[in-house]
């Protein structure tokens, strides 16, 4: 039985996944107990732009990757210097946090909200004619 013929966004997105295990291949640390995404240079640029402490690494890890994450599908792009751009261009953009709430989460929870209204607005075009 033949295989289905792969579509152009699923070529980019094994592409992109088969050059991103070459990058960690190449580029990975050493296996110790640390926690070796705090040591990724652009994870490490992101928490610095943000402000994010080394100790508080673990609290902000979930939220710093789902901001990067949207920061490379913005950019188009996984180079650093293009995410924090399209980030500052972000933070330059929404309001600025109150004072119970830090950069990270005040960024954090525009990004979920932009993220919502996509997926809302995709689906909503499912409905239209």
């Known amino acids: 039985m033949d295989k289905p013929e792969e579509t152009l966004v699923q070529k980019r997105i094994r592409e992109s ?3 991103k295990k070459k990058e960690e291949r190449s580029s990975e640390p050493p296996k110790t107990s640390i926690d070796s995404d705090k040591y990724d240079v652009t994870n490490m640029a992101l928490a610095d732009f943000l402000g994010v402490k080394s100790e ?4 902000y890890r979930d939220k710093l990757a789902v901001i990067r994450e949207w ?9 650093r210097v293009e995410i924090l751009s399209v980030l500052k ?10 004072l119970a709430e830090d950069r990270v ?21 499912l409905y239209e004619k």
């Open 56 to 59: 508080d690494w673990a609290e």
């Open 89 to 98: 261009y972000l933070e330059d953009k929404i309001a600025p946090p109150s």
């Open 105 to 125: 989460k005040n960024m954090y929870r525009y990004i979920r909200l932009d993220m919502d209204s996509t997926k809302i607005q995709k689906e909503k075009e």
């Open 17 to 19: 996944l088969e050059e």
């Open 71 to 79: 920061g490379e599908v913005t950019a188009r792009s996984q180079d």
